[in-house]
């Protein structure tokens, strides 16, 4: 049980992608851009810099500054979700149509179980 919960830890500390401090006091900073499309292929762009120093911008958040690129923009892509949410669409049609069409043994079932619980209790 320990190895798991272990590996869920770790795996959780891997998918971040917020800069990573070095020991000398300098960040890794991923930086990425992304294209979405609802029906096609997200296409998108990852690169990774190395900056100098950190400071807060106004509102508390992290800004990165004296930027040098340390990898190239290597490219990803994604599915895009609106062929996820026209499946979504269908099957919850295809459930509806399938309980529209069986209404009649629904009722039936509903009513013999009804009966049996009415029954226990009449004297």
């Known amino acids: 049980m320990k190895i798991i919960l272990l ?3 770790a795996l959780s500390l891997v998918a971040c992608t917020t ?3 070095r020991a000398d006091g300098t960040y890794d900073v991923p930086r990425t851009v992304e294209v979405r499309s609802p029906f096609g292929t997200n296409a998108g ?3 990774l810099e190395h900056c100098l ?3 807060k911008d106004q509102f508390g ?3 990165y500054t004296d930027c040098h690129p340390h990898k190239d923009w290597v490219s ?3 599915q895009g979700q609106g ?5 979504g669409a269908l099957v919850g049609l295809g459930f509806g149509l399938g309980s529209a069409f069986a209404g009649g043994s629904t ?3 509903a009513s013999s179980s009804s009966t049996a619980i009415s029954k226990g209790h009449g004297h």
């Open 45 to 47: 762009f990852v690169k």
């Open 83 to 87: 062929g996820q949410v026209a499946a």
């Open 107 to 109: 009722s039936a079932a």
């Open 61 to 63: 958040f992290a800004e």
């Open 7 to 9: 590996a869920l830890i």
């Open 53 to 55: 120093t950190k400071t």
């Open 19 to 21: 800069a990573f401090p």
């Open 76 to 78: 990803t892509q994604s």
